[in-house]
């Protein structure tokens, strides 16, 4: 008589050796640094997509990563939660609070409505991200630490790289124009 329990589970070895998919899009933080300011700030809509796609891969939740791209200033409240979250879960440190970053993030898009001088410290916002990145690349590495760190500069961001230099000089010429025309005016 044949003495194997029929509800017992499956005693096959499941485990393929796949590696398993990072969490997060993984940028490096120099990379990252770079193409947000030579696109001002629109890579980080990429960039954001990018981590909610990855997220939502990882974690098989249903995630809309177009909305939560176009308005992340506001996303970044729950991005920054999760990403705090899966850190202090593998035991990484988390320097940075979950709660102020974002909030920084969202105060500083407000100067895109200031008049132009003090419209260029929109770019403040992209700060508290940068802080956190680093984190994102050490949740990758603990969990996938073969993933590529994406440290390379694609074709693409070298195009991105050379128009953002351009468009660049434009608004500093602009600046400096705006600023001096009022001393122009009053010399005349």
Excluded: C
């Excluded at 940075?96 to 500083?108: D, H, Q, T």
């Excluded at 409505?113 to 260029?120: F, N, R, Y």
């Amino acid at each position: 008589m044949d003495e194997t329990n029929p509800y017992a589970p499956p005693a096959a070895d499941l485990e393929t050796g796949a590696p398993s998919p990072p969490p997060f899009f993984a940028v490096s933080t120099p990379k990252l640094i770079v193409m947000s300011f030579a696109t001002f700030s629109f890579y980080l809509i990429y960039y954001f997509y990018k981590q909610w796609r990855a997220l939502g891969a990882y974690s098989r939740e249903s995630f809309w990563p177009i909305p939560r791209a176009i308005f992340y200033p506001i996303m970044s409240f729950d991005f920054f939660k999760r990403l705090a979250d899966a850190a202090r879960l593998r035991g990484i440190a988390v320097d940075w609070n979950p709660v102020a970053l974002p909030v920084m993030v969202l105060v500083a898009n407000a100067f895109r409505l200031a008049p132009t001088p003090w419209s260029l410290l929109v770019f403040v916002h992209m700060v508290p991200i940068f802080l956190a990145n680093p984190t994102v690349v050490a949740v990758n590495h603990a969990v996938s630490p073969e993933a590529d760190p994406n440290r390379r500069f694609s074709v693409w961001n070298w195009i991105a790289i050379v128009l953002g230099a351009g468009f660049w000089v434009l608004v500093v010429l602009g600046t400096i124009l705006t600023v001096l025309q009022p001393a122009v005016d009053a010399g005349s």
